[in-house]
Structures are given as C-alpha cells and as structure tokens.
C-alpha cells in the first residue's frame, strides 16, 4: 500500500513556474515508477509525466516537453514536477500517482493516487 500526499499547488502568473512535492509512504515506493497526471475542467485526466523506479528514464508528454521536469528522490519518498513556463492551458488538479507494480516509467497502470492539487495560470 502506498499513500501520496501532493503540495506546491498555487496560483501562478502566465510564464511563471511552480514545483510540485508528492510526499509518499510506503515500502513499494523506491522499487516503483512514479507518475503526475492532470485534469482540467470538464477534460479527461491526462498523462504528464513518469519516471522510473531509478531516475534511470523518464517520459514527458508533448505538450509540456521543455518545460516540466520530474524527478525523484527515494531517501526522501519523494517525487517532483518543476513546471517552468506555465500557460494557461496548463491550468488543472496535478495528481501524482505510483505503479506499485512497475519499474520503469509508463504512461498507464498506475495503483495509487494522491488527492491532487491545484494549478491555476492566469494570463
């Protein structure tokens, strides 16, 4: 079983950047891929970014590509989302989640979600 916690959610100017924090417990968490997810209004929730149980690989989705960074640190049960140059489509609820039982990063199968947080980039 895996718990996430998200935080670093905020309203945020077009252009202006935000770190997201997932905080994880559990003992799976450093042997599993991590992913964040959105979802905007009235929109399906959207795949944005994996990283493997390592930091080995990762996966970006195109629209956020050269903007948005995950990362992970496993000492500290905790996986990120750099988001620079926001727009306002970007706006959302931000979701982390955790595919308890794969490794490498991954676009779907994913067991554990957080509650979310949200981002709002107003123009």
């Known amino acids: 079983q895996v718990q996430l916690v998200e935080s670093g959610g905020g309203l945020v100017q077009d252009g202006g950047s935000l770190r997201l924090s997932c905080a994880a417990s559990?003992?799976?968490?450093?042997?599993?891929?991590m992913g964040w997810f959105r979802q905007a209004p009235e929109k399906e929730r959207e795949f944005v970014a994996a990283i493997s149980w390592n930091s080995g690989s990762t996966d970006i989705t195109d629209s956020v590509e050269g903007r948005f960074t995950i990362s992970r640190d496993n000492a500290k049960n905790s996986v990120y989302l750099q988001m620079n140059s926001l727009k306002p489509e970007d706006t959302a609820v931000y979701y982390c989640?955790?595919?308890?039982?794969?490794?490498?990063?991954?676009?779907?199968?994913?067991?554990?979600w957080g509650q979310g947080t949200q981002v709002t980039v107003s123009s």
């Open positions: 559990g003992r799976t968490f450093s042997s599993s891929a």
């Open positions: 989640a955790a595919a308890g039982s794969r490794r490498y990063a991954v676009r779907s199968g994913y067991d554990y």
